[in-house]
């Protein structure tokens, strides 16, 4: 399990912030009124729920209160026009660099796949409308998980795409959107969540480091995601990246869905090596995994004698707008999802998939320092990001863990 050196490494750090003043939680009175953990509590409390489970007669089955000109909905994801809103607002008002050069594009297909999984509930698409001309402001989803924390599994739900207009910043809607989205939840009888941040908020369980490999060099300098170091020439860095024509592994092919139970027991068995990790029904591991044009796309190395399926990658795609150049408009990226290697290691089933996204015209290929990744990022020419992702957890004590204990991959 977790290494003690990194634990200690990972405590002290969150120390250091808060000797600092960087990390006090009167900076976060939202979150201070919350059943999350809390920077500088004791470390020896014991793991597990905060707060009790309520009864349905305990949860209020009234929406909170919003300023005036403002009205809670559902989106209605399989209506073409809402669905349209949604990826609208998005587009424009979500998560960009600190540089404002990029934005994220979730497709269309791919907010159906995010927030269509098994067992969803419209309710869980939780959206603010102004009143008068019904546009769409704000939005925040929950979508039905099993997530196992060492040795305690519990249902939960995954927090994600929360988003506020611009206009609407600093006005207090982010936490209505997340006490409403909880009352919601709690109305179904699930108190806990898991959610991620690229900010540092009361209290991550792990950080995870973003690694980056390019795939199409000269178009990543160009727009600014990459720089060609002073004494590069485009030449050279071109040679570096370039990958082969074709695979490299026999007999590595599409997964398909006659391989979903065998790639299901691969991943679910792998999955139990880390302290953090969802566990999966296998109706919900296909929706997840089997490949869809443009989201997500999956394969297997298949045995030629013994037709067994021995090894499983997988990487969706995340496009992003890019703000400021002329000829470029989208930056086409790809992020390392499930993966498990049996009959060759790790570092050559991810060449693999770095061939199969270049093959599929993409720019780079992302990758968090999670799970066994370590194994194959630099090996593979993956370079450190400037960003980390925090994990966290929502009415559930976790001591916190390196990211080599996290077996969840949130889009």
């Not at 399990?1 to 750090?13: G, H, T, V, W, Y």
């Not at 108190?191 to 991620?196: G, H, K, L």
């Not at 369980?205 to 727009?223: D, E, G, W």
Request: charged fraction near 25%; include cysteine.
């Amino acid at each position: 399990m977790a290494d003690p050196a990194q634990l200690k490494m990972i405590e002290e750090r969150l120390r250091q912030l808060q000797a600092r003043g960087e990390l006090r939680m009167e900076d976060f009175p939202y979150w201070d009124t919350q059943p999350v953990p809390k920077f500088g509590e004791d470390p020896d409390l014991p793991e597990g729920p905060i707060e009790e489970d309520k009864t349905v007669e305990e949860i209020s089955k009234e929406p909170i209160e919003l300023m005036r000109g403002l009205k809670w909905v559902s989106v209605d994801l399989q209506n073409a026009a809402e669905l349209d809103e949604l990826y609208k607002l998005l587009n424009e008002n979500y998560v960009e660099d600190d540089d404002c050069l990029f934005r994220f594009d979730y497709s269309k297909d791919f907010l159906t796949w995010a927030l269509t999984t098994p067992g969803w509930k419209p309710q869980w698409h939780l959206g603010i409308r102004n009143a008068k001309s019904n546009q769409l402001l704000a939005f925040i989803s929950a979508i039905p998980a099993h997530m196992r924390c060492k040795d305690v599994t519990k249902p939960m739900v995954e927090i994600n795409f929360l988003c506020v207009h611009k206009l609407l910043r600093h006005k207090g809607i982010a936490p209505q959107l997340i006490s409403e989205i909880t009352r919601l939840v709690n109305l179904e009888g699930i108190f806990q969540a898991a959610y991620t941040a690229g900010v540092t908020i009361p209290r991550p369980i792990s950080s995870c480091q973003y690694f980056h490999r390019s795939l199409n060099p000269q178009k990543l300098i160009a727009i600014g995601f990459s720089r060609l170091g002073k004494k590069d020439k485009m030449k050279d860095v071109v040679k570096k990246f370039k990958l082969p024509r074709e695979p490299t592994i026999p007999g590595i092919r599409a997964c398909e869905e006659r391989d979903i139970p065998a790639a299901f027991t691969l991943v679910t068995e792998y999955l139990k090596k880390f302290a953090f990790a969802p566990v999966f029904s296998e109706e919900e591991f296909k929706h997840w995994v089997l490949p869809r044009d443009g989201v997500v796309n999956s394969y297997v190395v298949e045995n030629p004698e013994t037709n067994q399926i021995t090894d499983f990658c997988s990487f969706y795609a995340l496009p992003s707008t890019v703000q400021k150049h002329e000829t470029y408009k989208k930056l086409n990226a790809v992020y390392s999802f499930y993966n498990v290697a049996t009959s060759v290691t790790l570092k050559d089933l991810m060449y693999n998939a770095l061939i199969f996204a270049k093959l599929l015209d993409y720019d780079v290929f992302n990758a968090l320092h999670l799970m066994e990744n370590e194994q194959f990022l630099e090996a593979n020419l993956f370079g450190p990001g400037d960003g980390n992702l925090q994990y966290y957890l929502y009415n559930y004590r976790m001591q916190p863990v390196p990211s080599s204990e996290i077996g969840l991959v949130l889009l």
